[in-house]
């Protein structure tokens, strides 16, 4: 069983930096594409960024810039430095795991990202 556990949500204000962090309860963290996803009250899940075993990555044109996914294989973790953040960014922020050879989904619990002034 996969447990996803994300840390690092809270209150920036516009123009500020979070960093969340996602820890993974798995056996071969290699198996896994992981990501992060974000849903904004009255909208649909979106992806925000993912990164494959060998460092490939993935972003949601409207975080290009300012958002940087990386993974710590020897830590089983995954982060998502977030700059330059905007009001716009405001959500819950999921992290996912993505079995590569079931292309099963795991999820995390969510953790709020609030940017406000």
């Known amino acids: 069983q996969v447990q996803l556990v994300e840390s690092g949500g809270g209150l920036a204000q516009p123009g500020g930096s979070l960093r969340l962090s996602c820890a993974a309860s798995?056996?071969?963290?290699?198996?896994?594409?992981m990501g992060w996803y974000r849903q904004a009250p009255g909208k649909q899940r979106e992806l925000v960024a993912t990164?494959?075993?060998?460092?490939?990555?993935d972003y949601a044109d409207s975080v290009k810039g300012r958002f940087t996914i990386s993974r710590d294989n020897a830590k089983n973790t995954v982060y998502l430095q977030m700059n330059s953040l905007k009001p716009e960014d405001t959500a819950v922020y999921y992290c996912?795991?993505?079995?590569?050879?079931?292309?099963?989904?795991?999820w995390g619990q969510g953790t709020q990202v609030t940017v406000s002034s």
């Open positions: 990164i494959t075993n060998s460092g490939r990555t």
């Open positions: 996912n795991a993505r079995d590569v050879r079931t292309r099963f989904d795991y």
């Open positions: 798995v056996r071969i963290f290699s198996i896994y594409t």
